[in-house]
């Protein structure tokens, strides 16, 4: 284990006792959500249900150390590139939702796109812009904004 597992591991520790109040050896899944958000690590919500499902096949609705580490691990692992990408496109994307609102408008996103990449034609953009703003609201959340960048 390198010295970054180590430190890992920690962190996860540490937010496992935070969250094991009982100091029961387990926490409820429900929380696992939250604890990956105080954690600063964003997460895919289908993923992580699968993940809590195998790690709490009789749905007890707990996990114990073990099953939280395969889980956070999971994320953690996450190649740290990707962690950057994250941080600048949460960072972006602050930037652009200047009221802090969560969302930004379909026509920010059409600056930032078209900042990115200096080849898409408007036609592009409008589609591109279609597809993220499924619902046709004119905005787009930091997910769906994710979403669309990382391609996930």
Do not use: W
Request: proline share 1%; hydrophobic share 35%.
């Amino acid at each position: 284990m390198s010295g970054d597992d180590d430190q890992k591991m920690a962190i996860i520790r540490k937010a496992f006792q935070m969250f094991d109040t009982t100091k029961s050896g387990f926490i409820e899944t429900i929380k696992i959500a939250t604890i990956l958000n105080t954690m600063g690590q964003l997460f895919d919500e289908s993923e992580l249900n699968n993940l809590i499902t195998k790690n709490d096949p009789d749905r007890t609705g707990q996990v114990n150390f073990d099953g939280f580490c395969d889980i956070a691990n999971h994320f953690l692992e996450e190649d740290q590139d990707d962690d950057q990408t994250q941080q600048e496109l949460k960072e972006a994307f602050r930037l652009y939702d200047r009221e802090g609102n969560g969302y930004i408008t379909t026509g920010t996103l059409k600056e930032i796109l078209a900042a990115l990449d200096d080849n898409l034609t408007s036609r592009d953009l409008d589609g591109i812009i279609a597809e993220i703003d499924t619902d046709g609201s004119g905005t787009v959340d930091f997910d769906e904004f994710m979403e669309m960048m990382t391609g996930d």
